[in-house]
Nanobody
Framework: QVQLVESGGGLVQAGDSLRLSCAAS????????LGWYRQAPGKERELVAG???????YHADSVKGRFTISRDNAKNSVYLQMNSLKPEDTAVYYC???????????WGQGTQVTVSS
């Protein structure tokens, strides 16, 4: 079983920055993609950014140029640096791990990001 624990969320003002962290632990950690989804009230969960095990990255158009994903394989961790935050970035951010071998996915409990105008 894999546990993903996020940290770094909070309440900030528009234009501020936050850095989210997610650490994976457990005896079933696999090689795979790590990344972040978010879900705002009344909206569907959307993929924000991800990084494959090979190092390829993806950022949603809505966050390109503002958010940057990175990972530290030695620490089984993934990070999301969020700059120039906007009120529309307000959401619960979820970390995920998607195993390359069998597609099994694991999720964190979510961390709230609130951006005030």
């Amino acid at each position: 079983q894999v546990q993903l624990v996020e940290s770094g969320g909070g309440l900030v003002q528009a234009g501020d920055s936050l850095r989210l962290s997610c650490a994976a632990s457990g005896d079933s950690i696999c090689i795979g993609s790590l990344g972040w989804y978010r879900q705002a009230p009344g909206k569907e969960r959307e993929l924000v950014a991800g990084e494959t095990s090979g190092g390829s990255t993806y950022h949603a158009d809505s966050v390109k140029g503002r958010f940057t994903i990175s990972r530290d394989n030695a620490k089984n961790s993934v990070y999301l640096q969020m700059n120039s935050l906007k009120p529309e970035d307000t959401a619960v951010y979820y970390c995920y791990l998607l195993c390359d071998y069998d597609g099994y996915d694991s999720w964190g409990q979510g961390t709230q990001v609130t951006v005030s105008s």
